[in-house]
T-cell receptor, first 117, second 114 residues
């Protein structure tokens, strides 16, 4: 079963507007973490924001905020005041702990965001 | 200073060849990872090492053999390359347990098998 679901393969937004990228997750763990990464066309993976399952407040980092709804198991990324440079693939990921305490990130399939001038 | 570096950035080779990708991190992290990103952009973990010890091996064919000579390096050797191995391979590192922003990715190595 897919653990991270990003239902929007592609999204378009006008420059200076806000956009929400959806992410839902599936876990039975009480303690988990959710990450968003940006991958521009140049290919590198850029960390954007993190939300811990016990964090009481939604995470924010500059123009990025995470709309965390624990009961719905959703962790949507909100980008305010979109810029042309925000055009990229965006990946939602969840920290998963294996038996023995090792950890890894499990990624969604990504959303390609295009910002139009 | 590059935190996580990979060489080469591009690798084009023929089926059946053996190739290696090198990864180095200068962050002092204990844990290193290899991820594969396929043509549909899907990222999946392959291996994880903690202090030179293999801790995650995600059902990867045994043609792939990671090697960690020290905790700052994690190399990936691939034997008998196949067309399906064409992908972008990312190395990453973290400070032991994953919290917050602690997983840093290298720039990726685009492997093309012809």
């Amino acid at each position: 079963a897919q653990k991270i679901t990003q239902t929007q393969p592609g999204m378009f937004v006008q420059e200076k507007e806000a956009v929400t990228l959806d992410c839902t997750y599936d876990t039975s763990d009480q303690s988990y973490g959710l990450f968003w990464y940006k991958q521009p066309s140049s290919g590198e993976m850029i960390f954007l924001i993190y939300q811990g399952s016990y964090d009481e407040q939604n995470a924010t980092e500059g123009r990025y905020s995470l709309n965390f709804q624990k009961a719905r198991k959703s962790a949507n990324l909100v980008i305010s005041a979109s810029q042309l440079g925000d055009s990229a693939m965006y990946f939602c990921a969840m920290r998963e702990e294996n038996q023995g305490g090792s950890e890894k990130l499990v990624f969604g399939k990504g959303t390609k965001l295009t910002v139009n001038p | 200073d590059t935190a996580v570096s990979q060489t080469p950035k591009y690798l084009v080779t023929q089926m059946g060849n053996d190739k290696s990708i090198k990864c180095e991190q200068n962050l002092g992290h204990d844990t290193m990872y290899w991820y594969k990103q396929d043509s549909k952009k899907f990222l999946k973990i392959m291996f994880s090492y903690n202090n030179k010890e293999l801790i995650i091996n995600e059902t990867v064919p045994n043609r792939f053999s990671p090697k960690s000579p020290d905790k700052a390096h994690l190399n990936l050797h691939i034997n008998s390359l196949e067309l399906g191995d064409s992908a972008v391979y990312f190395c990453a590192s973290s400070r032991g347990r994953l919290r917050s922003y602690e997983q840093y990715f290298g720039p990726g190595t685009r492997l093309t098998v012809t």
